[in-house]
């Protein structure tokens, strides 16, 4: 039987632990500290361990999983870790350039590195896969149509705050992000934004009930357009991978847009953590608050004409519970399906991301549906 080392149980991990665990897989739990994984597993028989990466790499066998959960700067060591003992790696996290570089190797081992597989990225993925698939076989498909692609996802509170947002942990990951620039595709150029706050557009996310949010766009989406498996030869008009917030949110953070824009060097990073500390203070979430997860992916096809001939949106709409936060069991149950993936045999070796097989893809958001208050695909094409 093959032993999942689950390394990591932050507030994103444990739904998706205690699934592997109440499936009956044989699982090793690592944390840096073991009360803290005691009392987040409470009630479950589970083999609990002292993270260090040396006693780690001892216990991997042959055949085994290792999942990180932890900060990004782990996840190479633990997967180079795999590559000396023959043991597959799942993380949630974007495929670093230094994970890439373990491809061949670990194709060669036949072993399966993959990533990606939380929400975003992850569950973004395979909407887009569904979405990119269906269009090809409709009778909209033309190779000179003209291209549109939104994915937007964001965690926001259920219950709006006047700060038109809430932290369940250190905020510093969030306001790090909003000092880095972003590169997508609009009106048929690239498009380089320095800051989220000089991007920030409205959206109208279709979901039971048609709801606008504030969006911008994050990251470097360029490299999705071939993720995605886009044709080359496909006339992209708009391609972004953005983030999502609440109404109301740009004008309740503009003060603290302006501060961050004067910070750099060390000073600037030491004043950012403060801010960090402030916020989490200030605007986190109370003991069983619900938070709110909403995420849209979109494909839209005009022809020569300027018609829409194909515009069809995946969106999710999920709440926290007594089962964990909405974010939680997003991230961490699609980890566990890439895991049970893994041990199936279902995908191929080599670093890669969440799948686009359509059988997988089908298979998991039918498991993602037993998390989210609403998921649908809508036909909008007018």
């Keep these: ?53 040396d006693a780690l790499g001892n216990a991997l066998g042959q055949g085994d999983l290792a999942v990180s959960m932890l900060p990004g700067d782990w996840h190479v060591p633990i997967a180079v870790k795999c590559i000396a003992n023959n043991a597959h790696f799942v993380s949630s996290s974007y495929i670093s350039p ?19 597989v939380g929400l975003d990225p992850g569950i973004d993925h395979l909407m887009a896969h569904w979405l990119v698939d269906d269009y090809r076989k409709s009778d909209a498909y033309d190779a000179d149509n003209e291209l549109s692609f939104l994915s937007y996802c964001g965690g926001v509170p259920k219950i709006a705050n006047d700060f038109r947002y809430k932290f369940s942990w ?3 990951g969030v306001l790090k992000a909003l000092r880095s620039p972003s590169k997508s595709i609009k009106d048929f150029k690239p498009y380089d934004v320095a800051r989220p706050w000089d991007a920030i557009s409205t959206f109208n996310a279709p979901l039971a009930h048609d709801e606008e949010f504030e969006v911008y766009p994050n990251r470097d989406s360029l490299p999705f357009i071939e993720d995605y498996q886009f044709d080359a030869n496909w006339k992209v008009k708009q391609f972004v991978r953005g983030t999502l917030r609440l109404n109301g949110w740009a004008q309740a953070w503009d003060s603290l ?20 500390d402030d916020l989490l203070a200030q605007h986190s979430y109370d003991e069983n608050e619900p938070d709110r997860v909403v995420l849209c992916v979109s494909l839209q096809a005009e022809n020569s004409n300027g018609e829409t001939v194909y515009h069809k ?10 089962k964990g936060s909405a974010m939680a069991q997003l991230v961490s149950i699609t980890v566990a399906l890439a895991v049970n993936s893994v041990v199936k045999n279902e995908i191929a070796p080599g670093v890669s991301a969440a799948p686009s097989s359509l059988v997988i893809v089908n298979e998991w958001m039918q498991e993602i549906e037993n998390i989210a208050q609403y998921l649908e695909i809508k036909d909008l094409t007018k």
């Design 257 to 276: 847009f302006k501060e961050i824009e004067t910070l750099s060097g060390a000073e600037g990073d030491a004043r950012l953590k403060q801010i960090s």
């Design 98 to 116: 230094e994970m890439r570089d373990l491809s061949s190797t670990a194709r060669e081992k036949g072993l399966c590195f993959v990533n990606e």
């Design 1 to 53: 039987m093959t032993t999942i080392h689950w390394v990591g149980t932050g507030l994103s991990s444990i739904p998706g632990l205690k699934k592997l665990i109440s499936d009956g897989h044989k699982v090793v739990v690592w944390n840096r500290t073991v009360a803290t994984a005691q009392a987040a597993l409470a009630g479950l028989d589970a083999d609990i361990r002292a993270f260090d990466i």
């Design 170 to 172: 250190s905020p510093l």
């Design 313 to 322: 949106t995946y969106s999710l709409d999920a709440h926290g519970n007594d």
